[in-house]
């Protein structure tokens, strides 16, 4: 059974430039998940997706970022304008259900200059 | 909030074992997980142990949970160099309804010595 695929794997870009990611769940996989995993410290959850649905997005800088899932596969997280601290990586994941294990990608490592 | 607290940094000799510790403040968790995370990679989860349990074993790996402490750890037997990597707590509380979000500790760097 495939992964979770994301790409690009890697982005370097100049603050207040945009930059965009993507993902592709485990096929089957109702509920999708963006993190952001900045050096030294754990994921945190940016947003959950259920199908098309937003469930959860409280901590997602909505003046800056943004996310979709229109057709309830694959989902694209954007950020526009980017800032330096916004450097991280960007995990995506999947699950069954909203109640079922996640099973994470590579995730995408941005560097903002 | 909740919040999930992990010792930094851990060495080990290659063959011996290996004791993570974790410590959370959600009461109401329900899920526990160890995932690992190796240099330039996503998370590979290890393990979970659910709530109502005290102990869950799976091969080298086994978790130990005390709910009244709020304590989680994983013990790896026979730790091996290929073991040598970041690992996460996490919680999860699927009772507080619409979400499972994940609340991960900061990580414990697992070095493995020859």
């Given at each position: 059974e495939a992964g979770v695929a994301q790409s690009p794997r890697y982005k370097i870009i100049e603050k207040r430039q945009s930059v965009a990611f993507w993902c592709n769940p485990i096929s089957g996989h109702a509920t999708l998940y963006w993190y952001q995993q900045i050096l030294g410290q754990g994921p945190k959850l940016l947003i959950q997706f259920q199908n098309n649905g937003v469930v959860d997005d409280s901590q997602l800088p909505k003046d800056r970022f943004s996310a979709e899932r229109l057709k309830g596969v694959d989902s694209t997280l954007k950020i526009q304008p980017a800032k330096l601290e916004d450097s991280a990586v960007y995990l995506c994941a999947s699950s069954l259900g909203d109640q079922e294990t996640q099973y994470f990608g590579p995730g995408t490592r941005l560097l903002v200059l | 909030?909740?919040?999930?607290?992990?010792?930094?940094?851990?060495?080990?000799?290659?063959?011996?074992?290996?004791?993570?510790?974790?410590?959370?403040?959600?009461?109401?968790?329900?899920?526990?997980?160890?995932?690992?995370q190796e240099p330039?990679?996503?998370?590979?989860?290890?393990?979970?142990?659910?709530?109502?349990?005290?102990?869950?074993?799976?091969?080298?790996?086994?978790v130990l949970l005390n709910k009244k402490d709020k304590h989680l750890s994983l013990r790896i037997a026979d730790t091996q160099t290929g073991d040598s990597a970041i690992y996460f707590c996490a919680e999860t509380n699927i009772l507080t309804g619409g979400g499972n979000k994940l609340t991960f500790g900061t990580g414990t760097q697992l070095k493995v010595e020859l």
């Open positions: - | 909030g909740e919040d999930v607290e992990q010792s930094l940094f851990l060495s080990v000799r290659e063959g011996d074992s290996s004791v993570i510790n974790c410590t959370y403040t959600d009461s109401s968790s329900t899920y526990l997980y160890w995932y690992k330039g990679a996503g998370l590979q989860l290890l393990t979970y142990i659910f709530s109502n349990m005290d102990m869950k074993q799976d091969q080298r790996l086994t």
